[in-house]
């Protein structure tokens, strides 16, 4: 059964997407930094249900040497690295006047530097397979920019355009490379939103309701199991910007 390494998968998205890989069978390494809490309750929850494919671990994704302990450990515990899950982000609502340089490189480093880490230490076990899959988390806010998020919108935009250059790059080595870019998703990094601002945007999207982790989570298996997508940013947002 194949390896999936999640950033970011103590909670949100990167949760939802751990908890259906695991129950399909796959191993999967949760990577959680500041919500150690919540990671050990999941590890806690999982390991009552009989499940023992999957492990977690403490990285900060900003480190390219902690990164480094994040893909020895998995190669250690389950002997291979054939998917990378790239999850971990952060947002910031700020307007574009008052960003500071502290907080364009906090969401830079965090959600766009991370990855020309992950992808680039991921690859030192790919390669020599000539075979993987690499899944980055990007945003609906990449593709129409998001008012009040212009840090954010730039990181996840520049998430787009890596995964659309290294998908042309690495496909002779039979490495894919894809996108997935939600709209609003029931997550707690929504949950500043007051029950006005949801309504509003509910009224713009035509399946009239915010999304699910599950359907984010239904689409990373669909990839993992798919073998000739590649360099695609796969939109799940109810349509909310057609």
Not at 24 to 48: D, F, H, M, R, T
Not at 93 to 99: A, H, L, S, T
Request: net charge neutral; aromatic share 8%.
């Amino acid at each position: 059964m194949k390896t999936v390494v999640i950033t970011g998968a103590a909670k949100g998205i990167g949760l939802g997407i751990a908890e259906l890989l695991i129950k399909e069978g796959y191993n999967v390494i949760i990577n959680y930094n500041k919500s150690e809490k919540k990671a050990k309750e999941i590890e806690e929850i999982l390991l009552k249900q009989n499940y023992n494919n999957f492990r977690i671990y403490k990285a900060d994704i900003t480190s390219r040497d902690q990164i480094k302990n994040l893909f020895d450990f998995t190669i250690k515990e389950f002997k291979s690295i054939d998917v990378l899950i790239n999850n971990a982000g952060i947002d910031q609502i700020k307007q574009f006047i008052d960003i500071t340089d502290r907080d364009w490189n906090n969401i830079i480093n965090t959600n766009l530097n991370s990855i020309f880490y992950t992808c680039q230490e991921v690859l030192k076990y790919m390669l020599s397979k000539k075979k993987g899959l690499i899944i980055n988390i990007s945003s609906i806010w990449g593709i129409t920019g998001g008012s009040c998020e212009v840090h954010y919108s730039v990181s996840k935009a520049g998430v787009d355009g890596l995964t659309k250059s290294l998908a042309k790059e690495l496909g002779p080595s039979n490495i894919r490379v894809n996108s997935i870019a939600p709209g609003m998703i029931n997550t707690d990094m929504n949950k500043n939103l007051v029950d006005e601002e949801v309504k509003e945007i509910i009224n713009n999207i035509p399946l009239e309701r915010i999304g699910e982790v599950i359907d984010i989570a239904k689409c990373v298996k669909w990839l993992i199991e798919d073998n000739y997508t590649t360099g695609q940013v796969i939109q799940i947002n109810g349509g909310w910007n057609i």
